[in-house]
C-alpha cells in the first residue's frame, strides 16, 4: 500500500541551524502538506503545496520556513534558524485532489529536538 | 475559521468495555469532520468521515460516529474496544472549499485499553 515516507525519524540540532525535514508523498499525489505538534498541544496546519507553488500558510509558517519540491519526488520543509519552540513533530501529508472530501495520508512524523 | 474542542486529554477504559471519544466544533460554514488515528510510533491514519447523508458514519475497526448539527458534536464510539485499540485519536474538520480544504485539529484523546 502506497504510503507517505518521512525523513529523519528524530532529529536533534542546536537553536540557530538550519534543519530539513523530507517527505516523500505518495506519487500520484498532486497536494501536499506540512502540519506540526508541539507536545501535548494540537496538530497546526502549517502550508499548503500545490502545482510547486504555496497555495496556502499559516501565521506559523514566517519567513524562518520554507518549502519545495526540488525534483518531483520530495517535498521538503526547510526551517533556516531553528529557535526552542520549533521543537515539535512535523507531519507531511498529500492528498490526490484538491477537494476536501478526499482523504489526507500522513507520514509518521519527523519530531525536531531544538536544543 | 474553525475549531475542534476534544473534551478529554486521556481516556482509560477496560478490555471489551465500550468507548465514547467526544469532539465538538464550531464553525460560521458547513464542514466535513473527521478521525484520526495515531498509533504508537506510526502516523494519523483516517478511521472515519462524515461528508453529507447519513449521521452515522461507520470506519475501520468497528468505530462509528454520529454527527449531530444542533450540538455541534462528532462524537466517536466503539462497543467493544481491544487492547489494540490503545492510541491517539484525533477529530478534525475542514470547509468545503477553497482555503478552508486544510484541516483543523483538536488536541487529541489518548485511548488506553487496559486488560
Known amino acids: 500500500e502506497p504510503e507517505v515516507t518521512q525523513t529523519p525519524s528524530h532529529q536533534v540540532t542546536q537553536m540557530g541551524q538550519e534543519v530539513i525535514l523530507r517527505c516523500v508523498p505518495i506519487?500520484?499525489?498532486?497536494?501536499f502538506y506540512w502540519y506540526r505538534q508541539i507536545l501535548g498541544q494540537k496538530v497546526e496546519f502549517l502550508v499548503s503545496?500545490?502545482?510547486?507553488?504555496?497555495?496556502?500558510k499559516s501565521e506559523i509558517f514566517d519567513d524562518q520556513f520554507s518549502v519545495e519540491r526540488p525534483d518531483g519526488s520530495n517535498f521538503t520543509l526547510k526551517i533556516r534558524s531553528t529557535k526552542l519552540e520549533d521543537s515539535a513533530m512535523y507531519f507531511c501529508?498529500?492528498?490526490?485532489?484538491?477537494?476536501?472530501?478526499?482523504?489526507?495520508?500522513f507520514g509518521e512524523g519527523s519530531r525536531l529536538t531544538v536544543l | 475559521a474553525q475549531s475542534v474542542t476534544q473534551l478529554d486529554s486521556q481516556v482509560p477504559v477496560f478490555e471489551e468495555a465500550p468507548v465514547e471519544l467526544r469532539c465538538n466544533y464550531s464553525?460560521?460554514?458547513?464542514?466535513?469532520l473527521f478521525w484520526y488515528v495515531q498509533y504508537p510510533n506510526q502516523g494519523l491514519q483516517l478511521l472515519l468521515k462524515?461528508?453529507?447523508?447519513?449521521?452515522l458514519v461507520k470506519g475501520i475497526n468497528g468505530f462509528e460516529a454520529e454527527f449531530n448539527k444542533s450540538q455541534t458534536s462528532f462524537h466517536l464510539r466503539k462497543p467493544s474496544v481491544h487492547i489494540s485499540d490503545t492510541a491517539e485519536y484525533f477529530c478534525?474538520?475542514?470547509?468545503?472549499?477553497?482555503?478552508?480544504?486544510?484541516?483543523?485539529f483538536g488536541k487529541g484523546t489518548l485511548l488506553t485499553v487496559n486488560p
Open positions: 501529508a498529500s492528498r490526490k485532489d484538491g477537494g476536501a472530501s478526499g482523504e489526507l495520508f
Open positions: 506519487s500520484n499525489h498532486l497536494y
Open positions: 503545496f500545490y502545482n510547486n507553488e504555496i497555495s496556502e
Open positions: 464553525s460560521s460554514v458547513s464542514v466535513y
Open positions: 462524515y461528508l453529507s447523508g447519513s449521521t
Open positions: 478534525a474538520v475542514s470547509g468545503l472549499r477553497g482555503s478552508n480544504y486544510k484541516l483543523t
